[in-house]
T-cell receptor, first 114, second 113 residues
Framework: DAGVIQSPRHEVTEMGQEVTLRCKPISGHDYLFWYRQTMMRGLELLIYFNNNVPIDDSGMPEDRFSAKMPNASFSTLKIQPSEPRDSAVYFC????????????FGPGTRLTVT | DQQVKQNSPSLSVQEGRISILNCDYTNSMFDYFLWYKKYPAEGPTFLISISSIKDKNEDGRFTVFLNKSAKHLSLHIVPSQPGDSAVYFCAASSNSGNTPLVFGKGTRLSVIA
């Protein structure tokens, strides 16, 4: 298995632009998580899905952030409009509910908003 | 408020010695704990875990100890190797099932040859 795939790996955009981050979870996994990593706050959970349904989006910082999971093999995290304080590394992770708590992370997308 | 705390942002250890990374938690409902390792430009990868019904779990050079009364866990790496240099995250989960993990901010371990 290729593991969790994220694209793009790096994104540089100007303030005010729309940014879309993409994630393909591991095939067969039924949970998908979006995290943001910053120096100040570490790894924060933004939102997670179970069987494509959003379960908890309380970590989404503002209405500028939205996430979708149209099918079991694809999810997007969108920021519109982007701001410099959104600069961070965004990780997608997936897991299978089999009694294990282990989540498998993608390589992350480094977002820079200028 | 941080439910999982790693109070040491960084740690330097000589090759061959023991590395001890610490983690404290505040939520007494946490019943499963994990350690993740992260290299630069990569996502975190699972290293070792422990259930709250145990106080020790060992996997090769890695051992995790859990002290429930103190709400404290630690990761021991012995002997430390240069390839162990990475950021280590402590994570915790509550209730059975696939609830989200709560992560600490991480400790950067440098193993010096």
């Amino acid at each position: 298995d290729a593991g969790v795939i994220q694209s793009p790996r790096h994104e540089v955009t100007e303030m005010g632009q729309e940014v879309t981050l993409r994630c393909k979870p591991i095939s067969g996994h039924d949970y998908l998580f979006w995290y943001r990593q910053t120096m100040m706050r570490g790894l924060e959970l933004l939102i997670y899905f179970n069987n494509n349904v959003p379960i908890d989006d309380s970590g989404m910082p503002e209405d500028r952030f939205s996430a979708k999971m149209p099918n079991a093999s694809f999810s997007t995290l969108k920021i519109q409009p982007s701001e410099p304080r959104d600069s961070a590394v965004y990780f997608c992770a997936s897991s299978l509910y089999d009694g294990s708590y282990e989540q498998y992370f993608g390589p992350g997308t480094r977002l820079t908003v200028t | 408020d941080q439910q999982v705390k790693q109070n040491s942002p960084s740690l330097s250890v000589q090759e061959g010695r023991i590395s001890i990374l610490n983690c404290d938690y505040t939520n007494s409902m946490f019943d499963y704990f994990l350690w993740y390792k992260k290299y630069p430009a990569e996502g975190p990868t699972f290293l070792i875990s422990i259930s709250s019904i145990k106080d020790k779990n060992e996997d090769g050079r890695f051992t995790v100890f859990l002290n429930k009364s103190a709400k404290h866990l630690s990761l021991h790496i012995v002997p430390s190797q240069p390839g162990d240099s990475a950021v280590y995250f402590c994570a915790a989960s509550s209730n059975s099932g696939n609830t989200p993990l709560v992560f600490g901010k991480g400790t950067r371990l440098s193993v010096i040859a």
